[in-house]
């Protein structure tokens, strides 16, 4: 309002040019009242009267274009369609709710016959520019209220969307922080378990590499294989349960690389005798061949053992 209102002295300077200066004085102060406008919304008051405040913006252009009517031709003023751009800015910009686009369009048609009325148009050689005018601005006002009611149905729709989205996330969010303690959880459960199985099950696998080593030539055959494969399978689950703390240690985001020296072929040979009655179990020979100039190297001694007894045992 407060630019294009004085903006219109150019088409006042083509349409009405006998009127120019008069019209330009009543566009300032248009202008003027709406920077007035303008203030009062910076203000704390303004929330208390902010729907009054919107009405008189949209009443301030739509009463001077009626005064320059009532001052001109009246029904044959091309000025009328000015209205129709207030009615549009009502749904375009303003976003009222029904009860105040009502009530805009009907100050706008109100005020347009007040200017008919008191130009003394309004009789029946006018009728046909009269209904002509009244017609299109009552439509105007129509599809305005209409499209501000529909604006607002989609708009409570989207906000409804978007806080349904927000508890969705919030929901999600403290759904995720708790399946993360409970992976956590698991972990740690896990890790305890694997501990605590390793204690007894190391003391059960040192007897029997006690009894095996020792009462080796003391023991007949029978005894001697069933001994065997106890430790053998007592082998076997622990490491199951090493893989299994590894894989608790990888879930956790680290593993941890020890280094050391390591004798290639003497390790070689001290797993194949692990495994080897095992194999034997199955009817399988197994022999281990270390090229003679591969000596020591640096190496993680418990993976690459996990490593090669994964091999072994597939």
Known sequence: VMTLMPFGIFLDFFVYPKEVKFFFLLRLFCAVLAAVIWGVLQTPISKKIHWVLSLFIAMLPSF???WMIYATDGLDSPYYAGLNLVLLSVALVM????????AASLSVISMYLAACFFR???TQEHYGDFVNNLYFLA????????GGHLHRVLRLREFTLRYQLDQNRVALEESNRKLIELDRLKSRFFANISHEMRTPLALLLSPLETLLQRYHRHLDDDVREKLTMMQNNGMRLLKLINDLLDLIRLEAGRMDIKNEPLA??????????AVRPMAADKQLRLETHVAAEL????????KIEKIALNLLFN
Do not use: P, Y
């Open 64 to 66: 001077f274009i009626c």
């Open 139 to 146: 439509l105007t006002a129509v599809i305005v209220i209409i």
């Open 264 to 273: 290639v072929a003497d390790f070689i040979k001290g797993l194949a005798s």
């Open 120 to 122: 003394g148009q309004i």
């Open 95 to 102: 976003r009222w709710t029904v009860t105040l686009s009502i």
């Open 295 to 302: 000596e020591a190297i640096s190496l993680d001694r418990d």
